[in-house]
């Protein structure tokens, strides 16, 4: 697993981890069942307290996207499609807020926008 975390962000190291699981997660790079690194071991290889990794680790299965089983380890969860559907539409509402902030910067009116995605919807048939 290929986990990535930078100082230079305003997002928290537990949740860029947390983000890049999820992300690899819903991207299908991370199967249900497989193993995922301990706590300690990410910890290590991250060069970060084992309490970050374990905070991600929480809010993961928290979330329903692993499972952690006490002196096995932490494993992918069964896929449970409406999360990733839910994962998949913030990612979307979140691109289309940034879409909508641009246009109105630029004073490009909604009906423009809509033609953009009428076309790109025409063009996806």
């Not at 819903?26 to 990794?53: W, Y």
């Not at 905070?55 to 096995?72: Q, S, V």
Request: glycine share 4%; net charge neutral; proline share 3%.
């Amino acid at each position: 697993m290929n986990i990535i975390i930078s100082n230079g962000t305003d997002t928290p190291i537990f949740k860029q981890i947390k983000n890049s699981i999820k992300e690899s997660i819903c991207n299908n790079n991370l199967k249900e069942g497989e193993a995922l690194p301990s706590v300690r071991s990410l910890a290590t290889d991250l060069k970060i307290s084992f309490l970050t990794v374990k905070r991600a680790y929480d809010e993961l299965e928290e979330e329903g996207f692993i499972k952690t089983i006490p002196g096995k380890g932490s494993f992918i969860a069964p896929k449970n499609l409406e999360l990733i559907k839910e994962e998949k539409l913030k990612e979307i509402e979140k691109l289309t807020s940034k879409i909508y902030n641009i246009a109105k910067i630029s004073n490009i009116s909604n009906d423009d926008i809509k033609e953009i995605f009428k076309i790109i919807f025409e063009e996806e048939k």
